[in-house]
């Protein structure tokens, strides 16, 4: 059964640091692209960053970039994310994704909660 498990969410100060895992499990994991996405009350789904099936290639949203830093670790059927500098606007439910080559099989996990407030 195909599995994306999000944790490390949680409460932190304005300023502060969080890292994200999401562990897969019951597909072939390097051969995914990997996305986080984040999705705030009220508000649609949004891109945060991607990173291809071997990590040689990462996209960020400008509202993250410089801050934020997506891995992955294929040998743990892993994916990171490492959110530097954190912000109130940062708070959201933190989704990962996996998806196929012109998205033939698409994954996500149930989210895990990040609030940035003082």
């Known amino acids: 059964q195909v599995q994306l498990v999000e944790s490390g969410g949680g409460l932190v100060q304005p300023g502060g640091s969080l890292r994200l895992s999401c562990a897969a499990s019951g597909f072939t994991f390097s051969v995914y692209t990997l996305r986080w996405y984040r999705q705030a009350p009220g508000k649609e789904r949004e891109l945060v960053a991607r990173i291809t099936n071997t990590g040689d290639s990462t996209h960020y949203a400008d509202s993250v970039k410089g801050r934020f830093t997506i891995s992955r670790d294929n040998a743990k059927n892993t994916v990171y994310l490492q959110m530097n500098s954190l912000k109130p606007e940062d708070t959201a439910v933190y989704y990962c994704?996996?998806?196929?080559?012109?998205?033939?099989?698409?994954?996500w996990g149930q989210g895990t909660q990040v609030t940035v407030s003082s």
């Open positions: 994704n996996a998806i196929t080559i012109a998205t033939i099989n698409d994954y």
